[in-house]
Protein backbone atom coordinates (compact mmCIF):
# COMPACT_ATOMS: atom_id res chain seq x y z
CA UNK A 1 0.00 0.00 0.00
CA UNK A 2 1.38 3.43 -1.16
CA UNK A 3 2.09 5.99 1.74
CA UNK A 4 -0.74 8.61 1.48
CA UNK A 5 0.24 12.11 0.57
CA UNK A 6 0.07 13.85 4.27
CA UNK A 7 2.32 17.19 3.91
CA UNK A 8 0.81 20.38 3.69
CA UNK A 9 1.56 23.89 4.02
CA UNK A 10 3.01 25.79 7.20
CA UNK A 11 0.30 26.83 9.28
CA UNK A 12 1.21 29.66 12.11
CA UNK A 13 4.89 28.47 11.53
CA UNK A 14 4.87 25.36 11.97
CA UNK A 15 3.87 22.13 8.94
CA UNK A 16 0.56 20.90 8.64
CA UNK A 17 -1.26 18.17 7.55
CA UNK A 18 -2.54 18.30 3.67
CA UNK A 19 -5.81 20.00 3.78
CA UNK A 20 -8.72 19.22 1.64
CA UNK A 21 -8.95 21.88 -0.95
CA UNK A 22 -12.45 21.61 -3.57
CA UNK A 23 -11.24 21.47 -6.96
CA UNK A 24 -12.45 25.48 -8.57
CA UNK A 25 -13.35 26.00 -12.13
CA UNK A 26 -12.96 29.70 -13.05
CA UNK A 27 -13.90 32.34 -15.42
CA UNK A 28 -12.46 34.28 -18.14
CA UNK A 29 -11.80 36.61 -15.50
CA UNK A 30 -10.37 34.27 -12.94
CA UNK A 31 -13.57 34.20 -10.96
CA UNK A 32 -14.68 30.91 -9.62
CA UNK A 33 -18.14 29.37 -11.25
CA UNK A 34 -17.77 25.87 -10.32
CA UNK A 35 -15.73 23.31 -7.88
CA UNK A 36 -15.54 19.58 -6.42
CA UNK A 37 -14.98 18.27 -3.04
CA UNK A 38 -12.10 15.81 -2.44
CA UNK A 39 -15.04 14.28 -0.27
CA UNK A 40 -13.31 11.17 0.66
CA UNK A 41 -10.36 13.13 2.54
CA UNK A 42 -13.33 14.44 4.43
CA UNK A 43 -12.37 13.65 8.48
CA UNK A 44 -15.25 14.37 10.95
CA UNK A 45 -18.31 15.29 10.14
CA UNK A 46 -18.40 18.87 8.29
CA UNK A 47 -16.94 19.87 5.04
CA UNK A 48 -14.93 22.55 5.77
CA UNK A 49 -15.68 25.90 3.56
CA UNK A 50 -12.63 25.57 1.25
CA UNK A 51 -13.51 22.10 0.27
CA UNK A 52 -17.38 22.48 -0.55
CA UNK A 53 -18.72 21.86 -3.76
CA UNK A 54 -20.18 25.28 -5.91
CA UNK A 55 -22.83 25.13 -8.27
CA UNK A 56 -24.54 27.95 -10.47
CA UNK A 57 -27.05 26.34 -12.92
CA UNK A 58 -27.40 30.00 -14.85
CA UNK A 59 -24.86 32.75 -14.44
CA UNK A 60 -22.74 33.27 -11.01
CA UNK A 61 -24.36 36.79 -10.44
CA UNK A 62 -22.73 40.35 -9.76
CA UNK A 63 -22.60 40.17 -5.86
CA UNK A 64 -24.87 42.84 -3.56
CA UNK A 65 -23.21 44.57 -0.82
CA UNK A 66 -25.17 43.21 2.39
CA UNK A 67 -25.80 47.00 3.95
CA UNK A 68 -27.78 47.48 0.03
CA UNK A 69 -29.37 44.20 0.70
CA UNK A 70 -33.38 43.58 0.78
CA UNK A 71 -35.65 40.46 0.56
CA UNK A 72 -38.96 41.41 -0.79
CA UNK A 73 -42.00 38.81 1.07
CA UNK A 74 -45.13 39.08 -1.57
CA UNK A 75 -48.53 37.20 -2.91
CA UNK A 76 -50.65 35.74 -0.20
CA UNK A 77 -49.70 37.29 2.79
CA UNK A 78 -51.89 39.73 5.04
CA UNK A 79 -48.41 42.47 4.93
CA UNK A 80 -46.12 42.26 2.45
CA UNK A 81 -42.70 43.39 3.72
CA UNK A 82 -39.17 43.79 2.36
CA UNK A 83 -36.33 42.82 4.77
CA UNK A 84 -33.07 43.86 5.41
CA UNK A 85 -29.95 41.84 6.68
CA UNK A 86 -30.51 43.50 10.32
CA UNK A 87 -34.17 42.73 10.26
CA UNK A 88 -33.59 39.02 9.60
CA UNK A 89 -31.09 39.13 12.41
CA UNK A 90 -33.63 40.24 15.08
CA UNK A 91 -35.62 37.03 14.48
CA UNK A 92 -35.16 33.67 16.55
CA UNK A 93 -32.43 32.33 14.99
CA UNK A 94 -32.11 28.48 13.98
CA UNK A 95 -28.99 26.53 12.83
CA UNK A 96 -28.87 23.46 10.97
CA UNK A 97 -26.19 20.66 9.78
CA UNK A 98 -26.92 19.34 6.82
CA UNK A 99 -25.66 17.02 3.80
CA UNK A 100 -25.86 18.83 0.67
CA UNK A 101 -25.80 16.97 -2.21
CA UNK A 102 -26.13 18.16 -6.35
CA UNK A 103 -29.30 16.34 -7.61
CA UNK A 104 -26.82 14.47 -10.79
CA UNK A 105 -23.93 13.88 -8.01
CA UNK A 106 -22.48 9.94 -9.49
CA UNK A 107 -24.92 9.78 -11.82
CA UNK A 108 -22.54 8.40 -14.23
CA UNK A 109 -22.81 5.52 -11.30
CA UNK A 110 -25.98 4.34 -13.16
CA UNK A 111 -24.24 3.56 -16.25
CA UNK A 112 -21.59 1.90 -14.32
CA UNK A 113 -23.56 -0.34 -12.73
CA UNK A 114 -25.72 -1.14 -15.59
CA UNK A 115 -25.71 -4.69 -16.48
CA UNK A 116 -23.69 -5.47 -19.15
CA UNK A 117 -22.23 -2.02 -19.83
CA UNK A 118 -18.85 -1.41 -20.11
CA UNK A 119 -18.43 2.09 -18.54
CA UNK A 120 -15.50 2.89 -17.07
CA UNK A 121 -15.80 3.24 -13.00
CA UNK A 122 -16.21 7.31 -12.77
CA UNK A 123 -13.57 7.98 -9.75
CA UNK A 124 -14.00 9.92 -6.30
CA UNK A 125 -10.43 11.09 -6.20
CA UNK A 126 -9.48 14.79 -7.64
CA UNK A 127 -6.49 14.56 -9.17
CA UNK A 128 -4.37 17.49 -10.26
CA UNK A 129 -5.57 17.88 -13.89
CA UNK A 130 -8.68 17.58 -13.01
CA UNK A 131 -11.11 20.87 -13.80
CA UNK A 132 -14.91 21.08 -13.43
CA UNK A 133 -14.85 21.98 -17.13
CA UNK A 134 -18.46 23.89 -16.43
CA UNK A 135 -20.58 25.89 -18.55
CA UNK A 136 -22.05 28.94 -17.53
CA UNK A 137 -25.22 29.61 -19.56
CA UNK A 138 -25.35 31.24 -22.34
CA UNK A 139 -28.03 32.84 -25.42
CA UNK A 140 -25.19 31.16 -27.74
CA UNK A 141 -26.37 27.63 -27.33
CA UNK A 142 -23.71 25.24 -29.26
CA UNK A 143 -25.69 21.42 -29.33
CA UNK A 144 -22.48 20.52 -31.72
CA UNK A 145 -20.61 21.11 -28.36
CA UNK A 146 -21.86 18.64 -26.50
CA UNK A 147 -19.77 15.34 -27.65
CA UNK A 148 -16.91 17.64 -25.74
CA UNK A 149 -18.07 17.56 -22.75
CA UNK A 150 -19.75 14.24 -22.34
CA UNK A 151 -16.56 12.82 -21.94
CA UNK A 152 -14.64 15.88 -19.62
CA UNK A 153 -17.59 16.36 -17.19
CA UNK A 154 -17.18 14.27 -14.22
CA UNK A 155 -20.19 13.98 -12.26
CA UNK A 156 -18.91 12.91 -8.83
CA UNK A 157 -17.97 14.87 -5.66
CA UNK A 158 -20.68 17.15 -6.04
CA UNK A 159 -21.60 16.75 -1.77
CA UNK A 160 -20.62 18.66 1.16
CA UNK A 161 -22.08 18.84 4.70
CA UNK A 162 -22.35 22.21 6.39
CA UNK A 163 -23.94 24.34 9.18
CA UNK A 164 -25.84 26.48 8.34
CA UNK A 165 -27.53 29.45 10.49
CA UNK A 166 -30.41 31.51 10.03
CA UNK A 167 -34.18 32.22 10.63
CA UNK A 168 -36.80 29.75 9.73
CA UNK A 169 -38.72 30.81 6.46
CA UNK A 170 -41.80 29.91 8.62
CA UNK A 171 -40.77 32.90 11.47
CA UNK A 172 -40.59 35.16 8.13
CA UNK A 173 -43.66 33.84 6.33
CA UNK A 174 -45.88 33.71 9.85
CA UNK A 175 -44.44 37.46 10.52
CA UNK A 176 -46.35 38.64 7.28
CA UNK A 177 -49.17 36.43 7.89
CA UNK A 178 -49.57 33.61 5.98
CA UNK A 179 -52.93 33.21 3.93
CA UNK A 180 -54.95 30.23 4.63
CA UNK A 181 -54.86 29.48 0.40
CA UNK A 182 -51.23 29.20 0.42
CA UNK A 183 -50.11 25.89 -1.43
CA UNK A 184 -46.36 26.98 -2.67
CA UNK A 185 -43.58 29.35 -2.00
CA UNK A 186 -41.62 30.32 -4.68
CA UNK A 187 -38.24 31.80 -3.98
CA UNK A 188 -35.94 33.12 -6.78
CA UNK A 189 -32.57 34.49 -6.71
CA UNK A 190 -31.23 37.23 -8.42
CA UNK A 191 -28.64 35.34 -11.13
CA UNK A 192 -30.69 35.05 -14.36
CA UNK A 193 -29.48 33.73 -17.59
CA UNK A 194 -30.88 31.73 -20.26
CA UNK A 195 -30.70 27.43 -19.55
CA UNK A 196 -28.31 26.05 -21.94
CA UNK A 197 -29.72 22.41 -23.37
CA UNK A 198 -26.34 21.27 -23.35
CA UNK A 199 -26.45 20.80 -19.67
CA UNK A 200 -29.50 18.63 -20.15
CA UNK A 201 -27.84 16.29 -22.89
CA UNK A 202 -25.26 15.94 -20.50
CA UNK A 203 -27.19 15.23 -17.64
CA UNK A 204 -29.43 12.55 -20.10
CA UNK A 205 -26.14 11.34 -22.07
CA UNK A 206 -28.26 11.48 -25.11
CA UNK A 207 -29.20 14.88 -27.14
CA UNK A 208 -32.18 13.22 -29.67
CA UNK A 209 -34.75 15.69 -27.71
CA UNK A 210 -35.87 19.06 -27.52
CA UNK A 211 -35.12 21.02 -24.15
CA UNK A 212 -37.61 23.68 -23.98
CA UNK A 213 -36.49 27.12 -24.16
CA UNK A 214 -37.61 29.49 -21.42
CA UNK A 215 -35.76 32.53 -22.49
CA UNK A 216 -33.68 34.60 -19.82
CA UNK A 217 -35.08 33.62 -16.72
CA UNK A 218 -33.88 34.00 -12.65
CA UNK A 219 -33.03 30.91 -10.87
CA UNK A 220 -36.36 30.16 -8.66
CA UNK A 221 -38.00 26.86 -7.08
CA UNK A 222 -41.24 26.45 -5.87
CA UNK A 223 -41.62 24.86 -2.38
CA UNK A 224 -44.71 22.92 -1.49
CA UNK A 225 -46.44 24.67 1.36
CA UNK A 226 -45.58 21.50 3.96
CA UNK A 227 -41.56 21.90 3.40
CA UNK A 228 -41.54 25.81 3.16
CA UNK A 229 -42.94 25.83 6.93
CA UNK A 230 -40.45 23.07 7.85
CA UNK A 231 -38.97 24.43 11.02
CA UNK A 232 -35.38 23.23 9.63
CA UNK A 233 -35.89 24.98 6.02
CA UNK A 234 -33.99 28.45 6.98
CA UNK A 235 -33.23 31.31 5.66
CA UNK A 236 -29.18 31.35 5.93
CA UNK A 237 -26.47 33.92 6.01
CA UNK A 238 -23.74 31.79 8.13
CA UNK A 239 -21.81 28.54 6.58
CA UNK A 240 -19.15 26.85 9.04
CA UNK A 241 -19.18 29.65 11.36
CA UNK A 242 -18.39 32.50 9.06
CA UNK A 243 -20.62 34.78 6.85
CA UNK A 244 -22.05 32.69 3.69
CA UNK A 245 -19.53 33.27 0.73
CA UNK A 246 -20.68 34.75 -2.65
CA UNK A 247 -20.46 31.51 -4.42
CA UNK A 248 -22.83 29.96 -1.81
CA UNK A 249 -25.15 32.75 -2.17
CA UNK A 250 -24.44 35.29 -0.18
CA UNK A 251 -26.14 37.40 1.84
CA UNK A 252 -29.03 35.22 1.74
CA UNK A 253 -29.86 31.50 0.65
CA UNK A 254 -32.39 28.62 1.59
CA UNK A 255 -30.96 25.58 2.93
CA UNK A 256 -33.71 22.70 2.85
CA UNK A 257 -32.15 19.75 4.55
CA UNK A 258 -32.98 16.40 2.35
CA UNK A 259 -33.94 17.60 -0.49
CA UNK A 260 -31.50 17.85 -3.42
CA UNK A 261 -29.48 20.93 -3.53
CA UNK A 262 -30.94 22.88 -6.84
CA UNK A 263 -33.82 23.78 -3.82
CA UNK A 264 -31.44 25.61 -1.95
CA UNK A 265 -31.96 28.70 -3.57
CA UNK A 266 -28.95 31.08 -3.53
CA UNK A 267 -28.65 35.12 -3.53
CA UNK A 268 -32.38 35.15 -2.81
CA UNK A 269 -34.11 38.64 -3.43
CA UNK A 270 -37.80 37.14 -3.97
CA UNK A 271 -40.01 35.12 -1.95
CA UNK A 272 -43.88 34.86 -3.33
CA UNK A 273 -46.41 33.07 -1.43
CA UNK A 274 -48.96 31.53 -4.18
CA UNK A 275 -52.04 29.27 -4.59
CA UNK A 276 -50.99 26.82 -7.38
CA UNK A 277 -47.52 25.49 -8.03
CA UNK A 278 -45.42 27.53 -10.21
CA UNK A 279 -43.92 26.78 -13.52
CA UNK A 280 -40.31 27.04 -12.26
CA UNK A 281 -37.84 25.49 -15.70
CA UNK A 282 -35.39 23.97 -12.92
CA UNK A 283 -38.47 21.97 -11.44
CA UNK A 284 -40.94 21.26 -14.23
CA UNK A 285 -38.66 20.78 -16.53
CA UNK A 286 -35.14 19.85 -15.32
CA UNK A 287 -34.84 17.87 -12.47
CA UNK A 288 -37.82 15.49 -12.90
CA UNK A 289 -37.91 11.89 -12.82
CA UNK A 290 -39.24 10.36 -16.12
CA UNK A 291 -38.24 7.40 -18.16
CA UNK A 292 -37.98 9.49 -21.23
CA UNK A 293 -37.81 12.89 -22.55
CA UNK A 294 -41.39 12.00 -23.64
CA UNK A 295 -42.21 10.18 -20.28
CA UNK A 296 -46.18 11.51 -19.76
CA UNK A 297 -45.63 10.79 -15.90
CA UNK A 298 -42.62 13.14 -15.54
CA UNK A 299 -42.25 13.61 -11.07
CA UNK A 300 -40.95 16.56 -9.43
CA UNK A 301 -37.65 15.74 -7.51
CA UNK A 302 -37.35 16.53 -3.91
CA UNK A 303 -35.78 14.55 -1.13
CA UNK A 304 -32.64 12.28 -1.52
CA UNK A 305 -32.79 8.98 -1.44
CA UNK A 306 -30.52 6.56 1.13
CA UNK A 307 -26.94 6.64 0.34
CA UNK A 308 -23.40 5.47 1.78
CA UNK A 309 -20.19 6.33 0.66
CA UNK A 310 -16.88 4.41 1.28
CA UNK A 311 -14.10 6.30 2.52
CA UNK A 312 -11.85 3.60 3.21
CA UNK A 313 -10.35 1.89 1.77
CA UNK A 314 -9.91 3.00 -1.74
CA UNK A 315 -9.86 1.30 -5.15
CA UNK A 316 -6.35 3.02 -5.45
CA UNK A 317 -5.02 1.50 -2.15
CA UNK A 318 -4.95 -1.89 -3.62
CA UNK A 319 -2.88 -3.81 -3.25
CA UNK A 320 -3.80 -4.50 0.48
CA UNK A 321 -2.09 -6.63 3.40
CA UNK A 322 -3.47 -9.99 4.78
CA UNK A 323 -4.66 -9.00 8.02
CA UNK A 324 -7.27 -6.12 9.93
CA UNK A 325 -8.17 -3.37 8.04
CA UNK A 326 -10.53 -0.13 8.79
CA UNK A 327 -13.62 0.08 6.54
CA UNK A 328 -15.24 3.25 7.15
CA UNK A 329 -17.57 6.16 5.36
CA UNK A 330 -20.46 8.50 5.42
CA UNK A 331 -23.96 7.74 5.26
CA UNK A 332 -26.83 10.16 4.97
CA UNK A 333 -31.01 10.01 3.81
CA UNK A 334 -33.00 12.74 2.84
CA UNK A 335 -35.94 11.57 5.39
CA UNK A 336 -34.00 11.65 8.25
CA UNK A 337 -31.18 9.81 10.70
CA UNK A 338 -29.73 6.66 9.26
CA UNK A 339 -30.33 3.83 11.91
CA UNK A 340 -27.92 1.23 10.14
CA UNK A 341 -24.96 0.23 7.71
CA UNK A 342 -24.16 -2.79 6.88
CA UNK A 343 -20.83 -3.81 5.06
CA UNK A 344 -20.15 -6.89 2.44
CA UNK A 345 -16.75 -7.60 1.79
CA UNK A 346 -17.90 -10.74 -0.56
CA UNK A 347 -19.60 -8.73 -3.43
CA UNK A 348 -23.41 -8.38 -1.22
CA UNK A 349 -23.31 -12.25 -0.68
CA UNK A 350 -23.51 -11.45 3.36
CA UNK A 351 -23.93 -8.33 4.93
CA UNK A 352 -22.58 -7.45 8.54
CA UNK A 353 -23.80 -4.52 10.89
CA UNK A 354 -21.28 -1.86 10.96
CA UNK A 355 -20.95 0.70 14.28
CA UNK A 356 -22.71 3.46 13.17
CA UNK A 357 -21.67 7.18 15.26
CA UNK A 358 -24.75 8.79 16.47
CA UNK A 359 -25.10 12.65 16.42
CA UNK A 360 -28.35 13.85 16.84
CA UNK A 361 -28.42 15.46 13.62
CA UNK A 362 -30.46 13.81 11.50
CA UNK A 363 -29.89 15.89 8.51
CA UNK A 364 -26.28 15.34 8.76
CA UNK A 365 -24.39 12.15 7.34
CA UNK A 366 -23.56 9.52 9.92
CA UNK A 367 -20.07 8.05 10.18
CA UNK A 368 -19.58 4.27 10.08
CA UNK A 369 -16.57 2.00 10.53
CA UNK A 370 -16.06 -1.30 10.04
CA UNK A 371 -13.45 -4.13 10.90
CA UNK A 372 -12.37 -6.17 8.45
CA UNK A 373 -10.31 -9.34 8.80
CA UNK A 374 -8.94 -10.73 6.11
CA UNK A 375 -6.64 -14.17 6.02
CA UNK A 376 -6.69 -14.81 2.18
CA UNK A 377 -5.50 -13.29 -0.87
CA UNK A 378 -7.44 -12.67 -3.13
CA UNK A 379 -9.94 -9.98 -5.42
CA UNK A 380 -12.64 -8.52 -3.01
CA UNK A 381 -15.91 -6.17 -3.53
CA UNK A 382 -16.18 -4.19 -0.42
CA UNK A 383 -20.20 -2.35 -0.09
CA UNK A 384 -22.50 -1.01 2.22
CA UNK A 385 -25.51 0.05 2.31
CA UNK A 386 -27.87 1.78 4.74
CA UNK A 387 -31.43 1.72 6.45
CA UNK A 388 -32.83 5.36 7.71
CA UNK A 389 -35.08 5.91 10.73
CA UNK A 390 -38.29 5.80 8.77
CA UNK A 391 -37.02 2.05 7.34
CA UNK A 392 -35.84 3.51 4.04
CA UNK A 393 -33.14 0.73 2.62
CA UNK A 394 -30.48 2.01 0.00
CA UNK A 395 -31.09 2.05 -3.07
CA UNK A 396 -34.40 3.80 -3.55
CA UNK A 397 -34.06 5.46 -6.43
CA UNK A 398 -34.35 3.74 -10.06
CA UNK A 399 -33.15 4.91 -12.76
CA UNK A 400 -34.60 7.57 -14.23
CA UNK A 401 -33.33 9.22 -17.86
CA UNK A 402 -31.28 12.55 -16.12
CA UNK A 403 -29.80 10.58 -13.78
CA UNK A 404 -30.70 12.29 -10.79
CA UNK A 405 -30.87 11.49 -7.47
CA UNK A 406 -28.22 8.34 -7.75
CA UNK A 407 -27.94 6.01 -4.63
CA UNK A 408 -27.22 2.96 -5.55
CA UNK A 409 -24.19 0.96 -3.60
CA UNK A 410 -21.25 1.12 -5.31
CA UNK A 411 -18.37 -1.38 -4.45
CA UNK A 412 -14.68 -0.34 -4.19
CA UNK A 413 -12.79 -3.39 -5.40
CA UNK A 414 -9.12 -4.05 -4.22
CA UNK A 415 -6.91 -7.00 -4.17
CA UNK A 416 -5.20 -8.74 -0.74
CA UNK A 417 -2.08 -10.23 -1.50
N1 LIG B 1 -29.94 31.18 -7.23
C1 LIG B 1 -29.45 29.96 -7.45
N2 LIG B 1 -29.47 29.05 -6.47
C2 LIG B 1 -28.98 27.81 -6.66
C3 LIG B 1 -28.46 27.42 -7.92
C4 LIG B 1 -28.45 28.39 -8.95
O1 LIG B 1 -28.00 28.14 -10.07
N3 LIG B 1 -28.93 29.65 -8.67
N4 LIG B 1 -27.97 26.13 -8.10
C5 LIG B 1 -28.53 25.13 -7.20
C6 LIG B 1 -27.86 23.82 -7.30
S1 LIG B 1 -28.24 22.89 -8.65
C7 LIG B 1 -27.08 23.33 -6.29
S2 LIG B 1 -26.49 21.75 -6.36
C8 LIG B 1 -26.75 24.16 -5.11
C9 LIG B 1 -25.26 24.25 -4.88
O2 LIG B 1 -24.97 24.99 -3.73
P1 LIG B 1 -23.46 25.37 -3.38
O3 LIG B 1 -22.85 25.98 -4.61
O4 LIG B 1 -23.50 26.28 -2.23
O5 LIG B 1 -22.77 24.08 -3.04
O6 LIG B 1 -27.25 25.49 -5.22
C10 LIG B 1 -28.54 25.58 -5.76
N5 LIG B 1 -29.01 26.94 -5.64
MO1 LIG C 1 -27.31 20.78 -8.34
Known amino acids: MAKKEIEGDWVLGWPDRKRPVHKQSKDAEGRVIGARTPILDQEGLITPTDASYIVAQLRMPEPVH????????????????????????????????????????????????????????????????DTVHWRQSSPDVDPDAVDDFLEGLPTTCFLSSGEWTGVPLAEVLNRCGLKSDAVAVRVEGWDE??????????????????????????????????????????????????????????????????????????????????????????????????????????????????????VEPRDEDSPLSIGSHAVRGLAWSGEGAVTDVEVSTDGGATWAEAHVEKTGDKWLWARWSYVWEVGEPGTYAIMARATDETGRRQPQTEWNFQRKHFDGIVPVDVTVE
Open 193 to 310: GRPDPVVQYLSARRTDFEVVDPGIINFDKGLPLEKALHPDTILAWSHNGEYLRHVHGAPLRLVVPGWAGNWWIKWIHKIEVMDHMPDCYHQTHYFIFAKSPDDPDKKMMTAMGVKTLI
Open 66 to 129: PDDYTVAVSGLVERPADFTLDDLRKLPGHSVRAVIECAGNDGDFFNYLDEGSNAKKPSMVLDEG
